[in-house]
């Protein structure tokens, strides 16, 4: 790539005509490191057929495995997909290429809700992928009486007829959010009081779950395996296409709002690539495409193209009164990060 900056672009035709064939085949390449099941692998058909780019798409759990694998400099991505409270982070530590997303040309499609974001001001660093919600998903055929309250109670406190049919998402963040919400303490508390509370609160549930896990999550509840599960929204929606009895909760004592966005790591192999995957990311009937598949709702002004099936869903279009239980994920600093590794430390030892 430098030698075509340098020689322009007459000379670079030159030079990659008489590269190897290998070599030309790296240049048309893109390392796409995405969250598991989040997105539509017949997508990346379509745009490896419009732009001869050749995906190679590799999967993670967590922001926190996210982090580790940028931290660690073993891998080199051209395309990740942080959670909005991370990027700041990764900015500050040099792990991020400045890609200027506000100069690309479908930038103009997006919404001005999600232009200016407080983690991005002028998105020199990312672009909008989805967004949603995570809240608690429950099969209301598993559940007596058919209904639970939309509060934390039910999954930490969970009725005795619910014991062992539970599963927790397998994150430390998403557990410990959950935690301070319902005990009423500050997500990014660094107080040591707070973290035994919340640990107390974690280790008395622990014994009523059936299992930590932030994979599978969709077959595992439209199989009915449990009859509850820590959930995103979206996960929910597909679940409840195949299990139409599954309900989602908005937990009135908060529900945490995740923003996921695309970036390049400062080591990225193909930055180029990367912006060209961005950019045609950006443009409406993609970012439908995306949101048709895995139903989480996108940035671009992309009505049009979405599905009805979504539209009649709780899950996915949260009734207008829950708005006011939104809670935006913050960025804590190094001491409540600490307390927040030591607590789940403790619960997982």
């Not at 790539?1 to 990659?16: Q, W």
């Not at 990014?188 to 609160?201: G, K, P, V």
């Not at 495409?289 to 869903?313: G, P, T």
């Amino acid at each position: 790539m430098s030698l075509k900056s340098c020689l322009g672009a007459a000379f670079a035709a030159v030079a990659l005509l008489a590269s190897p064939a290998g070599a030309q085949d790296a240049e048309k390449t893109l390392y796409f490191y995405n969250w598991t099941d989040y997105y539509p692998v017949e997508l990346l058909a379509k745009f490896e057929k419009e732009t001869g780019i050749k995906v190679i798409l590799d999967g993670y759990d967590s922001n926190d495995t996210l982090l580790a694998k940028l931290q660690s400099g073993g891998a080199s991505y051209d395309v990740i997909v942080p959670s909005d409270y991370v990027i700041p982070g990764l900015v500050k530590d040099g792990l991020l290429m400045k890609i200027d997303t506000h100069a690309m040309s479908n930038y103009a499609h997006m919404k001005d809700a999600f232009k200016n974001p407080e983690f991005d001001p002028r998105h020199e660093y990312s672009a909008p992928y989805l967004w949603g919600v995570t809240g608690l998903a429950y099969d209301s055929a598993q559940v007596p009486g058919g209904m639970l309250e939309p509060s934390w109670k039910e999954y930490f406190e969970p009725r005795p007829e619910l014991a062992g049919k539970i599963a927790a998402l397998d994150t430390a963040s998403d557990e410990i959010l959950a935690a301070s919400l319902y005990l009423g303490i500050p997500q990014c508390t660094e107080s040591n009081e707070d973290a035994a509370r919340i640990l107390a609160l974690l280790q008395a549930q622990k014994e009523k779950l059936k299992l930590y896990s932030s994979d599978s999550t969709v077959d595992r509840m439209a199989s009915g395996e449990v009859a509850m599960h820590h959930l995103w929204n979206g996960a929910t929606a597909r679940a409840t296409a195949q299990r139409d009895t599954i309900r989602f909760l908005y937990p009135k004592e908060g529900t945490p709002m995740f923003r996921d966005n695309f970036a390049v790591p400062a080591n990225a192999p193909h930055p180029e690539n990367a912006k060209i995957f961005i950019n045609w990311m950006m443009a409406p009937e993609n970012a439908a495409a995306v949101s048709n598949a895995i139903a989480y709702a996108n940035a671009m002004k992309s009505d049009e193209f979405l599905s009805d099936q979504w539209r009649k869903m709780d899950a996915i279009n949260m009734p207008e009164d829950f708005a006011s239980r939104l809670v935006a994920t913050q960025d804590c600093n190094g001491k409540a990060r600490e307390l927040r590794d030591r607590i789940w430390t403790r619960l997982k030892g």
